[in-house]
C-alpha cells in the first residue's frame, strides 16, 4: 500500500472529512504527502496541521472548533445558533478560558472573549452547526447573560433575543437569574424581565 493509499483509507474513517498531521505521524508517514494532496486537489489546508477533503462540505463552525478545541462559541454567535438572532455575524464569537494562548487564534477572523475558569464550562451545551456537524456553545440562559455583561452587541439584537425569550414556552427564568448572579448582570437582567413578563 502507498503512502497515498494509506492517507486516503485515514481519510475514508473520517466522517467529517478531516485529518490532522498528527494523525498521518501517529500513522507513520511523512507530512510531505499531504503537500503533495494539497497540490493535486484532493485536500485544502484549513488552517495549521488541519486538512479537509476537497469535496468535503466546508463548515466553518465545526473546523473552527476543530482548530481551537477550548473555543465555545458565545455571544452574537450562539444567538444566531440557538435561533434567537437571524443575522448572521459577521465574525464569529468564541469564548476560551483564561489564560489560553495559541499565536494563530490572534490571526483569525474571530472575536475572542475570555473567562476566569470557574465561568468557562457553565452554560455549556452541544448542538448541530448549520450543516449538521456537533459544536459546542453557551445555552440561551448563558448567552443572554453574556451579552449583556460586555458591550459591542447591538441593542437591537439584545432587545429582539430578550423578547424572543419571554415568550418562549422553553425558558427557564431560574436558571437566568441564577447565571445573572454569577456572571454579575442580575440588575440589568431583572430590568429586562420585568418590562417583558
Known amino acids: 500500500m502507498t503512502n497515498k493509499q494509506k492517507i486516503k483509507e485515514l481519510l475514508e474513517e ?4 478531516i485529518i490532522t498531521s498528527g494523525q498521518v505521524t501517529a500513522a507513520g508517514l511523512h507530512r510531505s504527502i499531504l503537500q503533495e494532496l494539497v497540490e493535486s486537489g484532493e485536500l485544502y489546508r484549513f488552517g495549521r496541521g488541519l486538512y479537509v477533503r476537497s469535496n468535503a462540505w466546508e463548515d466553518d463552525f465545526y473546523l473552527l472548533q476543530h482548530r481551537y478545541g477550548r473555543g465555545i462559541y458565545s455571544h452574537d454567535t450562539a444567538l444566531y445558533l440557538l435561533g434567537y438572532s437571524d443575522r448572521t455575524p ?6 476560551f478560558p483564561k489564560g489560553y494562548n495559541s499565536p494563530s487564534l490572534k490571526q483569525e477572523r474571530i472575536i475572542i472573549k475570555r473567562v476566569v475558569p470557574e465561568n468557562y464550562c457553565f452554560g455549556e451545551i452541544e448542538l448541530l452547526s448549520p450543516c449538521g456537524n456537533p459544536i459546542r456553545v453557551y445555552d440561551i440562559e448563558r448567552t443572554l447573560c453574556d451579552i449583556l455583561r460586555g458591550s459591542g452587541s447591538d441593542i437591537q439584537i439584545i432587545g429582539a433575543a430578550m423578547k424572543k425569550y419571554a415568550a418562549s414556552k422553553e425558558k427557564d427564568i431560574h436558571k437566568l437569574m441564577q447565571y445573572a448572579d454569577q456572571l454579575r448582570v442580575k440588575p440589568k437582567v431583572m430590568r429586562y424581565m420585568e418590562v417583558l413578563l
Open 14 to 17: 473520517s466522517t467529517d472529512g
Open 90 to 95: 459577521a465574525q464569529y464569537t468564541m469564548t
